[in-house]
């Protein structure tokens, strides 16, 4: 049986999670003192009961913001994988393919997001759509790049089977193809999802009127620190949500296709 699913893998996870949750609590406290002990001014790092109160009095403003990133992020993980996925696989079946595009996949994804944000500003303005192309284009490259590892993974001999079995290339796709390639999938959608909530935050501080990241551009014009350090400390908490829950899902699907 899987340890992830088996009770010996629930046990050993509850552990994980505390340790996880006490250093958390482990750091507040440090940050707490250390601003209370070498007297930092607020204005460089604010203590944890200024940020918290910072937020409570204003959970409707936070509440709005987190939700616009959260948007963002889905949306743009939703077409960035919506494009990678084919893609990889198109590579993947077709070697000329690959060697012609993959060159320039990895050019572009070695090319600094910040320097296309001015054009991306001018063709299409501020909002959802300019950030989303940034976020679907961070999120483009590991998953195009795991589904074709996850292709290439797969043993000549099973297509040799399915091709004697009569088998066409739907068929093949599905019993083949798809359930062998989905590790690798499910392991390039985690990590994009990482990726795509930083480039979210960013892309909002650059190109948005809204979001986190755009709360933290306005404590940055406004000289506002607590402000600034509210909006990084709920958008890194956001992502630990959307991680545990990727890795939640990732091992439901993957239970079910090895069951």
């Known amino acids: 049986m899987d340890e992830l699913a ?10 994980r999670s505390l340790v996880t949750g006490l250093w958390l609590l482990v750091l507040v406290a440090v940050w707490a003192v250390a601003v209370r ?4 001014s607020e204005f460089i790092l604010p203590s ?5 109160e910072w937020i ?48 320039l996949i990895v050019f572009l994804q070695t090319m600094p997001l910040i320097t296309i944000v001015p054009v991306l500003v001018i063709w299409l303005g501020y909002g959802l759509t300019t950030t989303s192309i940034l976020v679907a284009f961070s999120v483009f490259f590991p998953v195009s790049v795991n589904t074709i590892l996850g292709v290439r ?14 088998a066409g290339p739907i068929q093949t796709f599905q019993y083949i193809d798809w359930p062998m390639a989905l590790p690798y999938l ?33 404590g940055v014009r406004n000289r ?15 992502g630990v949500i959307i991680n ?16």
């Open 48 to 52: 944890p009961g200024s940020v918290l």
């Open 56 to 103: 409570a009095t204003r959970p409707g403003y936070f509440l709005t913001a987190t939700l616009s990133t959260l948007r963002l992020t889905l949306v743009g993980f939703g077409v960035g994988i919506a494009v990678a996925i084919p893609v990889g696989f198109a590579l993947a079946k077709i070697r000329w393919l690959e060697r012609a595009l993959y060159p």
């Open 153 to 166: 993974s797969i043993p000549h001999n099973l297509f040799f089977v399915t091709r004697t079995m009569g």
């Open 6 to 15: 088996s009770p010996r893998g629930l046990r050993l996870r509850a552990p």
């Open 186 to 218: 499910m392991s390039g959608f985690r990590i994009s999802l990482a990726v795509a909530i930083v480039v979210a935050v960013v892309s909002e501080f650059i190109a948005s009127n809204d979001g986190l990241g755009y709360v933290a551009l306005r």
């Open 244 to 259: 545990s829950a990727a890795q939640y899902i990732e091992q439901m699907i993957l239970k079910k296709y090895r069951e």
């Open 37 to 40: 002990v070498l007297k930092i």
């Open 224 to 238: 506002d620190t607590v402000q600034i350090v509210a909006a990084v400390l709920i958008a890194a908490a956001l």
